[in-house]
């Protein structure tokens, strides 16, 4: 089995590792030529959370038509570059089915409008830091969820191979419904963290912090109640209890001067709640915030 990786970044890399181990064949298409001669010389490797390292032999190119024609591929980029990685895909007539990872709702419909034949979307819950452009640290074990929403749903059923106890892989029929159900834990996690300046756990260990993160829950909750038979208090706090010691990638953007992704996330989700005749206040200030400081490098 082949798999394309696009993107090696924290979520990227942590797959690409566990599918290694799992004996796929795996190659990263990344922009920077410095970044795939590295990978190729040096394989990738992953900070184990007990403190061990492992390595993998892995692929890695920039030039979008040498890679395998018949892998799956697996696009693992932020919203603000797969538009582009999308353009790139159609230019290469890529029709291999295609499993997108993203943070949040707003890719959807960048998606269902190109041609690709086969489509699958999934969620990772995860703890993954990237600590450079070929090593990641695994911070909290948590789930891939995949679901497939078009095409031959069972092309993708072969990264269920990847599935262990550190890495656990299931497939869900609703991928608007998985989705939907990340991008509220990540309203949760990320604008928070990355305003207050903590990490994971402490949103929990913190008083202050955890009035804030149990009031933002019942908002949302409020607005989405379909939601929370699956997304119940408990899941949330389960999250932050297993990526404790891990920085959100909203707060690392954030720390890094780097733009955060809040309209995919926050944006999205607060209109998604309008277009209910729902409000969010909460979130509504905590998007203004996170706006008032995006590119700045985290000065509050």
Same mark, same amino acid.
């Given at each position: 089995?082949?798999?394309?990786?696009?993107?090696?970044?924290?979520?990227?890399?942590?797959?690409?590792?566990?599918?290694?181990?799992?004996?796929?064949?795996?190659?990263?298409?990344?922009?920077?030529?410095?970044?795939?001669?590295?990978?190729?010389?040096?394989?990738?490797?992953?900070?184990?959370? $007990?403190?061990?390292?492992?390595?993998y032999?892995?692929?890695?190119?920039? $030039?979008i038509?040498?890679?395998? =024609?018949?892998?799956?591929?697996?696009?693992?980029v932020?919203?603000?570059?797969?538009?582009?990685?999308?353009?790139?895909?159609?230019?290469?007539? !890529?029709?291999?089915?295609?499993l997108?990872?993203?943070?949040?709702?707003?890719?959807?419909?960048l998606?269902? #409008?190109?041609?690709? =034949?086969?489509?699958?979307?999934?969620?990772?819950?995860?703890?993954?830091?990237?600590?450079?452009?070929r090593?990641?640290?695994?911070?909290?074990?948590?789930?891939?969820?995949?679901?497939?929403?078009?095409?031959?749903?069972?092309?993708?059923?072969?990264?269920?191979?990847?599935h262990?106890?550190?890495?656990?892989?299931?497939?869900?029929?609703?991928?608007?419904?998985?989705?939907?159900? @990340?991008?509220?834990? #990540?309203?949760?996690?990320?604008p928070?963290?990355?305003?207050?300046?903590?990490?994971?756990?402490?949103?929990?260990?913190?008083?202050?912090?955890?009035?804030?993160?149990?009031?933002?829950?019942?908002?949302?909750?409020?607005?989405? =109640?379909?939601?929370?038979?699956?997304?119940?208090?408990?899941?949330?706090?389960g999250?932050?209890?297993?990526?404790?010691?891990?920085?959100?990638?909203?707060?690392?953007?954030?720390?890094?001067?780097?733009?955060?992704? !809040?309209?995919?996330?926050?944006?999205?989700?607060?209109? @998604?709640? #309008?277009?209910?005749?729902?409000?969010? =206040?909460?979130?509504?200030?905590?998007?203004?915030?996170?706006?008032?400081?995006?590119?700045?490098?985290g000065e509050?």
């Amino acid at each position: 089995m082949n798999v394309v990786i696009a993107g090696a970044g924290s979520i990227g890399l942590l797959l690409g590792s566990f599918l290694a181990e799992a004996g796929v064949a795996v190659t990263f298409y990344v922009r920077r030529e410095e970044q795939a001669q590295l990978i190729r010389e040096k394989g990738i490797q992953r900070i184990n959370q $007990d403190g061990t390292t492992s390595m993998y032999d892995v692929g890695a190119m920039t $030039d979008i038509r040498a890679l395998a =024609p018949t892998a799956l591929w697996i696009v693992a980029v932020k919203y603000a570059g797969l538009g582009d990685l999308l353009s790139d895909m159609e230019q290469a007539t !890529i029709e291999n089915p295609v499993l997108f990872i993203q943070n949040g709702i707003g890719h959807i419909e960048l998606v269902n #409008n190109t041609a690709m =034949p086969h489509v699958a979307f999934a969620t990772v819950e995860h703890g993954a830091r990237r600590v450079d452009d070929r090593t990641v640290s695994h911070n909290g074990v948590g789930m891939l969820t995949i679901a497939p929403t078009r095409g031959d749903k069972r092309l993708f059923d072969k990264l269920g191979r990847a599935h262990s106890a550190l890495f656990p892989v299931s497939f869900h029929v609703d991928a608007e419904q998985i989705l939907m159900r @990340k991008v509220l834990i #990540n309203c949760m996690i990320n604008p928070l963290t990355a305003i207050l300046k903590v990490k994971n756990g402490e949103l929990l260990t913190n008083t202050h912090c955890r009035t804030l993160f149990d009031t933002l829950y019942a908002e949302l909750m409020a607005a989405f =109640p379909e939601i929370q038979s699956i997304l119940p208090n408990e899941a949330v706090v389960g999250v932050c209890e297993k990526t404790a010691s891990n920085q959100s990638s909203m707060l690392a953007d954030c720390l890094a001067g780097r733009p955060m992704e !809040i309209e995919t996330i926050v944006t999205a989700v607060i209109r @998604k709640a #309008n277009e209910r005749q729902r409000t969010l =206040p909460l979130l509504a200030m905590l998007e203004t915030m996170l706006y008032a400081v995006n590119r700045t490098g985290g000065e509050v």
